[in-house]
Every structure is written in C-alpha cells, then in structure tokens.
C-alpha cells in the first residue's frame, strides 16, 4: 500500500510540473517528452528499490524478534515435571501421607477405671483420656518396588509420644489368577472393620466388641494369601498365618505360628442404587500365661494368668444406599458385626491353677446418613454377652470370691455422631455415647474430634 502511494504521489507530481510548464514547453519535440518519460521511470524505479529495500528489512527484523522470543521462551520453560509420588510410582519416590487426628473428651466416669465387666482385658479399651488430647496420627509411605511387588510403611504417633510400627508389609501386584500374597505387618481382613484404620470409622472409638474380643484392633506379622474369584458376583476367599502375639493370643517364644485365620467375602449390586456385602471369618489363637490384673476376695490387686485355645467367630454385612450410584449429596450405610468365642484351658493365680472355659458373644449395628453434602448424622448400638466362664479355682473353692472382674455381665452402649466433611480430606466430629460397660455406673461420654489427612491418600475400602 505504501509502494502505491509514493508511485502516485511521483507520478501527480510529474504531471503537475508539466502542467504548469509554459505553452512553448508543450510545443517540445519529442525528445524532450521521451526524457520525461525517462525521468519518471527513474524516479518511479528508484521508490521500487527503495520500498523493496525496506520491505526486505522489515521481514528480516520481524523473524530476528520472533526467533529470540522462541528461545527465552525455551529457557525460560519448567523441566518436565516428574511422575507424582503414588503408590503406582516408583521404589524413590513413595507416596507420603499424614493423617492428624486430636479429640476433647468429657467424661462422666473416672477413665482410669473403666473396664468391660465379664470379659478378661487385653489391649486398649475405653474412651481415653479427660479433656484435650492428640489422636493417634498416622504417617504412610508406600510405592511399587519393581512390577512384581508394592510396599507400604505405617507409623502410629501416640498421644504419650512413642512411635510404633502399625503396618509394614511387602505384597504382590503381577500374579495371575486372582491371587495376591503380603508379608509382614498388617491389619487383619478379618471381620469388616478391623482392616480399616481408625481415621476411616464413622465413629470416634471402637465398638465395644473390638476391644473386648481384640484389645481394639487385631494385627499380626506372618503373611496372608487372597484369592479374588473370577465371577460376575463379588466373591473373595483368605488365609492368615501369624506369630499370635496379638491379644487374645500372646508371644509363647515358640517356632512355627501362633495364630490361624480364614475369611470369605460374597458382595453385588442391586440396581444402580444399592450394594451389599456379607463376610464369615475365623480366628484362631493360642495363648501361654496371658497375664491380666484383677482384685481378689481381700480386696487387693491379684495377678492371674490364661493359658488355651481361643476360637473366635466373626459374621458381618453392610448395605450402601446412594440414589443413582451419586452418593455425593445423599446415602445411607448399615453395618454390622456379630462375634463370638470360646476360649479352654487353665487360669492360674500365683499359688494354685484350675481349668478355664467361655463362650461369649457380642456385637454391634450401626446406621450413617448422609443428609447434606458435607453433613452426616450416625446412630450405633453396641451389645455384649459374657456368659458364665467356668472357673476352676471358683468350682473347687480355692478362690471362691476371687475374680469380680469376670462376674457376669451384658455390657451394652448407645451412640449418636454428627460430623461435618468441608472435603475429603477433613472431617470434625461431634459424638455423644451412654456407656454401661460395668455393672455399677453410667458414663455419659462427650467427644469432640478433628482428623486431617495430608499428602497423597488412597481411596478406602468398600
């Protein structure tokens, strides 16, 4: 367009000097039209060169400037990021996770002496400490160790500052046929929520039956084998080999294992709605002088000791109701758990030992509605059965008013929690529970409790 103009502009010009030349001027031989002509070529063929020139100039300056912005942009940019740190990544760069947990608890009762009448202790039981106090914080790290084999590593941060090893097992991730091994440390699959750590139970504690039959939660080091069926309907068999350390067995300082479990899941959809799943396990254990505290007939603290076999029977369910499969505005879960067990052999005091037989029964159901995105309210009622254990020493009246700890009783328990869910990553819980674990009080027990998850975190169990 400039060319265009400057050839006008040269040309108007031409014609206008000729314009006003004078008369005699137009009267010029052709010679001098053929040299005006020629000059106008000239000038017209100079502005040419000229406008090519700087056009040529312009295009080069233009890819100079493009070039050097391409290159500081290349400078400039990140490195390409590397693989996120997850469970599928690699042996360095295992996926971290924290989870931090606190409560504020009231307690009607003195915790201290809190137990569960008619069932012999082991493990912890009970609501905790009074007034502000950490949870138990959990610190992960798990990663593939090559395409065979995965590793994960659980610490658990008590609130009295001691570190323990929760989990710390070695699994398979390449073998064929639905079968997967672990070796280690771990929470047993037994039952339905003993494979789940604390930070995931819709409540702050424990059912009642955990910690009377387990202490709490039952883990052992040994090695497991599940077999995950290939059919339509979900269905998965398991076994479990342990030293037995764990309540109710103990560590017997013995070769070979201690404790034997077996356990079998059957689950399915109906409709696009609901699912369910039903599981049967076994347990079993065997201890060698189980120590337990108790008070004689004196009214002084007494030592005795279990020595047997312990069986324990676990039957389970859950039902999971969300409208469409959508559960994140509204769904419904019923949970249960019913346990029983037999223990046989001998108690023994200090002086004297006699035979020893239980069977005792127990456990709880629970119903969690979630009525708002980030709101939930939940319901559960724990129930216990002691039965009448024979006691040896009582039947052959040696120790005829000994052991009060192991009196008959049905402890029993309800609770009701409201917790409110800003992500999944954060929860804060409000629970409230009227405890009647021992025959002689009621404690009305009020929890306030906080639980943060950070870093990466897998999604939990069905």
């Not at 040269?10 to 010679?31: H, R």
């Not at 047993?188 to 139970?201: D, P, T, V």
């Not at 279990?306 to 994140?328: L, R």
């Amino acid at each position: 367009m400039i060319k265009h103009t400057v050839m006008a502009a040269a040309i108007s010009a031409a014609f206008g000097f000729a314009s006003v030349m004078p008369s005699s001027a137009l009267a010029a031989d052709d010679k001098e039209l053929a040299q005006i002509r020629a000059e106008i070529r000239q000038i017209k063929d100079s502005y040419e060169a000229r406008l090519q020139a700087l056009e040529a100039k312009l295009q080069q300056a233009t890819e100079q400037i493009t070039a050097t912005a391409t290159t500081q942009n290349i400078q400039a940019a990140p490195a390409p990021a590397t693989q996120p740190a997850t469970a599928g990544g690699n042996t360095f760069n295992p996926a971290v996770s924290l989870i931090l947990g606190g409560t504020y608890t009231n307690l009607s009762r003195d915790p201290k002496q809190y137990r569960i009448q008619g069932f012999i202790p082991g493990g912890e039981v009970g609501p905790g400490a009074r007034s502000f106090n950490l949870g138990e914080s959990e610190l992960s790290l798990a990663a593939n160790v090559d395409p065979n084999f995965s590793g994960k590593l659980t610490f658990a941060l008590a609130p009295d500052n001691t570190v323990s090893v929760e989990e710390a097992f070695a699994a398979t991730t390449g073998l064929s046929n639905g079968i997967n091994l672990k070796a280690g440390r771990f929470l047993s699959s037994i039952g339905y929520l003993n494979s789940q750590h604390a930070h995931a139970w819709d409540f702050v504690d424990a059912p009642l039956a955990y910690q009377a039959f387990f202490g709490g939660q039952y883990k052992t080091d040994g090695v497991q084998a599940r077999w995950l069926a290939p059919t339509e309907r979900f269905l998965e068999l398991g076994l479990e080999l342990g030293n037995g350390a764990a309540f109710p067995g103990n560590d017997r300082n013995k070769n070979g294992f201690g404790s034997a479990a077996i356990f079998a899941h059957l689950g399915d959809d109906i409709g696009d709605s609901a699912s369910w799943r039903i599981g049967l396990s076994h347990l079993q254990n065997a201890a060698q002088d189980r120590t337990y505290d108790d008070i004689n007939s004196l009214g002084q603290p007494a030592s005795y000791a279990f020595s047997g076999k312990s069986s324990t029977w676990i039957v389970d369910g859950i039902y999971k109701w969300a409208p469409n499969g959508n559960a994140t505005h509204t769904n419904f879960k019923l949970q249960g758990e019913y346990f029983q067990r037999k223990e046989s052999g001998s108690l023994a005091s200090d002086a004297s030992s006699g035979g020893y037989a239980s069977n005792q029964s127990g456990g709880y159901v629970q119903g969690i509605y979630q009525f708002a995105p980030a709101w939930r309210v939940g319901l559960r009622y724990d129930r216990l059965s002691s039965g009448s254990p024979d006691i040896g020493l009582i039947n052959n009246g040696m120790l005829a008013a000994d052991f009060s700890r192991l009196a008959p009783y049905n402890a029993r328990r309800n609770s009701v929690m409201l917790d409110f869910n800003p992500s999944e990553f954060s929860r804060i819980r409000l629970q409230f529970a009227r405890d009647l674990s021992r025959p002689e009080a009621i404690d009305n027990q009020f929890f306030l409790q906080y639980i943060m998850s950070l870093g990466a975190h897998g999604a939990h169990s069905f």
